[in-house]
């Protein structure tokens, strides 16, 4: 079973703030998701990696960004937090294509 | 882009009865996964599917994988309190996983 752990898992902040959501994991997964959901909503990619110095921005566009340094770390950064932010943001990795992702319990972002 | 319909979008059932809900999709895929989620929590796996046709079983879980590889069912029998929750299926290709829109489910005691 994957260990993924995202950080912080709650975060209200004002408008024009600087943020990064942490997420890591112990699997050594060589993938690793981003996912945007709105409560009760699907989940939508935006953005992923297939392996360090490796990052693609996915099917949902979003202005954050990402990158993969290490293979166990894939922190997500807004430059200036706006209230169209305000979602729960997921982390997930797997092992290979095709493999189930392992998702963490994600960060609720709260923008004001 | 590739979409999946999942449905129904929400269901109200009673304890001990059976529940079905299931996803189509226009796109063939590799891999069919099936999700639960819980308020504030992450999507935690439930059945992967990987082949056209498999049936796959998990305590009171069944899934299938449908046979033109565009979409899935998932059972849950003799419901229970704890399985309150959006189900999510998610169709994968290429390592992409595409969800569907989620069920939730509620059951009334």
């Known amino acids: 079973e994957a260990d993924i752990y995202q950080t912080p898992r709650y975060l209200v902040i004002g408008t024009g703030k600087k943020i990064t959501l942490e997420c890591s994991q112990t699997?050594?997964?060589?993938?690793m998701y981003w996912y945007q959901q709105d409560p009760g909503m699907e989940l939508h990619l935006i953005h992923y990696?297939?392996?360090?110095?490796?990052?693609e921005k996915g099917d949902l566009s979003s202005e954050s960004t990402v990158s993969r340094i290490r293979t166990e770390h894939f922190p997500l950064t807004l430059e200036s937090a706006r209230p169209s932010h305000t979602s729960q943001y997921l982390c997930?990795?797997?092992?290979?294509?095709?493999?189930?992702?392992?998702f963490g319990n994600g960060t609720r972002l709260t923008v004001t | 882009g590739q979409q999946l319909n999942q449905s129904p979008q929400s269901m109200f059932i009673q304890e001990g009865e059976d529940v079905s809900m299931n996803c189509t999709s226009s796109s063939i895929f590799n891999t069919w996964l099936w999700y639960k989620q819980d308020p504030g929590e992450g999507p935690v796996l439930l059945i992967a599917l990987y082949k056209a046709g498999e049936l796959t079983s998990n305590g009171r879980l069944t899934a299938q994988f449908g046979i033109t590889r565009k979409d899935s069912f998932l059972n849950i029998s003799a419901s229970i309190p704890s399985d309150v929750g959006i189900y999510f299926c998610a169709g994968q290709l290429k390592g992409k996983l595409i969800f569907g829109q989620g069920t939730e489910l509620s059951v009334k005691p």
């Open positions: 997930a990795s797997s092992a290979r294509n095709n493999s189930p992702l392992h």
């Open positions: 699997m050594g997964h060589d993938k």
């Open positions: 990696s297939y392996g360090v110095n490796s990052t």
